[in-house]
């Protein structure tokens, strides 16, 4: 087994895939036992000085990304190496597509992931103007609180809800947002 991973050539290959795979690793346990994910060992690249999207923090030169790339560049390179009859040069040249594809493939999907996480957060005062359908009956003015649907950024957010009429309004009635009050968390609504 030792001569298969370490024989020949193929440390080229194996250093840089056991390297990448343990640092993913480790990067999985902090995040699973609390952590942030991460190492604070990025070497982050800023190319055009914006960062203020989301995913913005996995750059090309990101710990991870670098990772992945070892990852595929050592795991691609050693199958090439090892099982195909292509020699060194065609290893290496597959292993650095299989790095580049990994590494683009881990970026893209941290900054697809995130960018779910954003759209979620959302702040109360948006909601004024926006129509949704009741959840759970608004009662009539003063006598309590109901819950109402609204679909925001394409994700959907329950709000609890007063109104200013004297019928309460039953579910699955639409409804617009009139007011929000950041203070008690709750919008006013009014049949549409």
Same mark, same amino acid.
């Given at each position: ?5 370490f ?9 840089? &895939? ?61 199958? &090439? ?13 597959? &292993?650095?597509?299989?790095g ?6 881990? =970026? ?57 009429? !004297? ?20 919008? =006013?609504?009014? !049949?549409?």
């Amino acid at each position: 087994m030792m001569q298969l991973l370490f024989g020949d050539l193929a440390p080229w290959f194996t250093a840089p &895939a056991l390297l990448g795979t343990g640092v993913l690793m480790v990067q999985l346990l902090m995040g699973e036992l609390g952590g942030d994910g991460a190492l604070d060992l990025d070497l982050d690249l800023e190319l055009d000085g914006h960062t203020d999207h989301p995913g913005m923090e996995f750059g090309i030169l990101s710990l991870q990304s670098l990772s992945a790339f070892c990852l595929g560049y050592g795991w691609v390179g050693f199958a &090439a190496y090892r099982f195909l009859d292509i020699g060194f040069t065609g290893a290496a040249f597959i &292993a650095v597509l299989g790095g580049v594809g990994v590494a683009w493939l881990m =970026v893209w999907l941290l900054r697809t992931f995130l960018k779910l996480q954003n759209n979620t957060n959302v702040s109360i005062q948006q909601t004024v103007g926006l129509e949704g359908e009741v959840y759970a009956t608004v009662p009539p003015e003063g006598t309590g609180r109901g819950e109402i649907i609204l679909v925001i950024n394409q994700s959907q957010h329950n709000y609890f809800a007063t109104q200013e009429g !004297p019928d309460p309004i039953p579910s699955r009635v639409r409804v617009r947002v009139t007011r929000a009050d950041v203070s008690s968390n709750t919008i =006013v609504v009014e !049949p549409l």
